[in-house]
């Protein structure tokens, strides 16, 4: 598998992101038909793998007021029952994560749990009740 690294020379505020709702809906609507497919049998029907995560605006919020914060990038990530969650951060112009680590132990160096986004309210269980993109 290849991983594609950003480059410094990348400037993220030119990309366009968005996309018609025929497209949304058409892409929501194959991910919530084939996702299971991808699934080990053992896996199947457990609710591994999300249809929406919800987040309160304060967390984005809170990325996108650090200085240098110009866009937000999202990681996939599992707990311990295989589930997968969205783990968000802020990312600079540069493409590189906004996330002060310290080398010998791997932790935040400010301690203030402010720089990585997670613990979205999941769907199943905590669906949207009108959508376009959740019949």
């Known amino acids: 598998m290849e ?3 950003f480059g410094c020379k990348q400037n993220l505020n030119y990309m366009s992101h968005f996309i018609t709702l025929e497209k949304a809906k058409q892409m929501t609507s194959l991910y919530r038909k084939e996702k299971e497919n991808v699934l080990k049998p053992e ?8 249809i929406a ?3 309160d605006r304060v967390a984005f919020d809170t990325l996108l007021a650090k200085k240098g914060c110009t866009s937000i990038r999202l990681y996939y990530g599992m707990d311990e029952t295989f589930k997968l969650h969205a783990i968000i ?7 590189q994560d ?3 680590v310290s080398a010998a132990s791997g932790n935040t160096l400010d301690g203030g749990g ?3 986004v997670e613990d979205g309210r999941r769907c199943p269980d905590e669906c949207p009740t009108v959508s376009p993109l959740f019949p």
């Open 98 to 100: 906004m996330i002060a």
């Open 89 to 95: 951060v802020g990312a600079n112009e540069q493409g």
């Open 3 to 5: 991983i594609k690294q």
């Open 53 to 55: 995560e919800t987040f």
């Open 114 to 116: 402010d720089e990585i």
């Open 43 to 50: 896996h199947k029907d457990k609710n591994i793998l999300p």
